[in-house]
């Protein structure tokens, strides 16, 4: 059964950045799609960022598009996400996110993802 970890939330300013790490055990990651959700109270959870197996392919919501960097590092089974410039509306519960089933394309809805971290909080001051 492999278990997703996130680690690196915390309390920043507008404009700061911060970089969250994600740490699978339990099983391999190399073939499976990762990515990042987000969620804020009373709020569905929403799409961050997505990549496929080999890092070849991702994808970022409208939002954090330009800001947002996903990466991997699969003989690590690390997954990464880098957020630079950072607002207040990026406040939110990230998790970590993976999909074993093959996916043609890296999928944004939430119920496409079978395994999922436990969550970080960040927290953007303005």
């Known amino acids: 059964q492999v278990r997703l970890e996130e680690s690196g939330g915390g309390l920043v300013q507008a404009g700061d950045s911060l970089s969250l790490s994600c740490s699978a055990s339990?099983?391999?990651?190399?073939?499976?799609?990762m990515g990042w959700f987000r969620q804020t109270p009373g709020k569905e959870r929403e799409f961050v960022a997505g990549?496929?197996?080999?890092?070849?392919?991702?994808d970022y919501a409208d939002a954090v598009k330009g800001r947002f960097t996903i990466s991997r590092d699969n003989t690590e089974s690390m997954v990464y996400l880098q957020m630079n410039s950072l607002k207040p509306e990026d406040t939110a519960v990230y998790y970590c996110?993976?999909?074993?089933?093959?996916?043609?394309?890296?999928?944004?809805?939430?119920?496409?993802?079978?395994?999922w971290g436990q969550g970080t909080q960040v927290t953007v001051s303005s």
């Open positions: 996110v993976m999909r074993r089933q093959v996916a043609v394309t890296i999928p944004i809805i939430a119920n496409d993802y079978e395994y």
């Open positions: 339990g099983g391999p990651i190399s073939t499976f799609t």
């Open positions: 990549i496929t197996w080999n890092g070849g392919w991702t």
